[in-house]
């Protein structure tokens, strides 16, 4: 799909165009989204541009993914997409300055791109230019992490409360336990999406302040380095909470051996108890003949008695301990 943001008599919309269909003369930006290979080679005829493949996109290194070409800007980012669904992403996104116009090049439909592409439809003072556009969508994008970065924290502390119960309560069960193990284990793949981004983001920020071929206003600089700053914060805080959701993984771990070696605890306790009646009844059962208790009366209650005997003294030695 291939949509374009035009002016109109009192703002910007946004209009569908299908190669061959001419463009219009005085679009600003250029949305490439899951393109065709027709809408893809329109855009790079009418703006001189080569727009990256999905696989180029991939590519990690810093010069398949910051360069000028052609005096057009390429930038691309890692952003996380489907962020509130139970199978979040990581995708790549290419912005292109290039003749006075933004070009983006996605595979993913993330929210801070529909919301800031809804967002321009109604604030015309957002479409002043291309890099106002970039400052725009970058900002969304940040602020996207950042409420992600919150929720997360909300997640983990209400986990530590369970963890570290106050005032006496419960202790959690194993069932508590293993399902707390889940909820840090899906906040931890939440947390690594979010860095990666950020760290992608503060690239992306870094370079394009520097690009020779991007002309950019005082309040445009402004505008991205207190993104920048942003994301080294934000940056930051993801760090301390990679941390926490350490700190909690181990602590749940912890718990969990401690009540397993409980349980070891008790089955060895009771084991221990068990050998002298069976030591007393293993030397009853060998059926030798001259047995003084053979041939009494009080033989076997004897026998019965001294066997509840061993084994209540050690458990009574073991609760005085505080082993049970």
Request: with cysteine; aromatic share 8%.
């Amino acid at each position: 799909m291939l949509r374009l943001l035009i002016p109109t008599g009192s703002g910007y919309t946004w209009v569908e165009n299908t190669p061959p269909a001419p463009f219009p003369d005085e679009f600003l930006w250029a949305d490439l989204f899951e393109p065709t290979p027709g809408e893809e080679k329109a855009v790079e005829a009418l703006l001189t541009v080569d727009v990256p493949t999905r696989d180029e996109m991939r590519e990690i290194e810093t010069s398949n993914r910051l360069y000028e070409e052609n005096g057009a800007v390429y930038m691309t980012a890692t952003v996380g997409s489907k962020l509130d669904s139970p199978t979040p992403e990581s995708s790549a996104i290419t912005f292109i300055l290039a003749n006075n116009r933004l070009i983006t090049n996605r595979y993913v439909d993330p929210t801070p791109v529909r919301r800031f592409m809804a967002h321009v439809e109604r604030s015309p003072a957002a479409c002043t230019s291309s890099a106002t556009l970039l400052a725009g969508l970058l900002e969304a994008f940040v602020e996207r992490m950042a409420d992600l970065l919150e929720k997360v924290q909300l997640e983990l502390d209400s986990i530590s409360l369970l963890i570290f119960p106050r005032q006496n309560s419960a202790s959690p069960t194993n069932r508590d336990l293993q399902a707390m193990i889940q909820k840090i284990g899906v906040n931890g793949d939440l947390i690594s999406k979010a860095r990666e981004s950020l760290v992608s983001f503060q690239r992306l920020l870094m370079y394009v302040q520097q690009a020779s071929n991007v002309t950019l206003s005082k309040d445009q600089t402004g505008r991205f380095k207190s993104t920048l700053r942003d994301v080294q914060s934000l940056s930051d805080h993801a760090s301390f909470l990679g941390g926490k959701i350490q700190f909690l993984l181990d602590a749940v771990l912890g718990l969990i051996n401690l009540e397993q070696n409980n349980i070891i605890k008790i089955f060895s306790v009771v084991a221990v108890m068990f050998l002298p009646p069976t030591l007393i009844a293993s030397i009853y059962g060998m059926n030798f003949h001259f047995m003084p208790e053979l041939d009494k009366h009080w033989g076997y209650p004897m026998a019965l008695v001294a066997m509840v005997a061993s084994a209540v003294i050690p458990y009574l030695y073991f609760r005085r301990k505080g082993w049970l």
